[in-house]
Nanobody, 124 residues
């Protein structure tokens, strides 16, 4: 069984930074493309970043480009580094995979396996 677990969320002031982690169980994350999504209260889930396997590339939504960075921290961990955080970044953040080798898009419907999410709150 594939399990993904997110961690690292919390409360941070505007302009601050956080690092979120996605860890895998029943799966070796560096074999597959891994994506990050977020969902703010009352809004649809938004795809924000994806990293393909074997250095095949990273992708970002315009809303987070130049502020968020996705990296593979180990064979089984994918981190999302958040900086210059804004109140509108407040959301539950999820990692997901569709067990493909490359990122094929950031539509939630494409992804089969999801973690339970970690809350990020940006507030003074």
């Amino acid at each position: 069984q594939v399990h993904l677990v997110e961690s690292g969320g919390g409360l941070v002031q505007p302009g601050g930074s956080l690092t979120l982690s996605c860890a895998g169980a029943g799966i070796t994350l560096d074999t597959y493309a891994i994506a990050w999504f977020r969902q703010a209260a009352g809004k649809e889930r938004e795809g924000i970043s994806c990293i393909s396997s074997r250095d095949r590339g990273t992708y970002y939504a315009d809303s987070v480009k130049d502020r968020f960075t996705i990296v593979r921290d180990s064979k089984n961990t994918v981190n999302l580094r958040l900086k210059s955080l804004r109140p509108e970044d407040t959301a539950v953040y999820y990692c997901a995979t569709d067990l493909l080798l490359t990122c094929e898009g950031l539509s939630p419907d494409q992804y089969e396996y999801w973690g339970r999410g970690t809350q990020v709150t940006v507030s003074a």
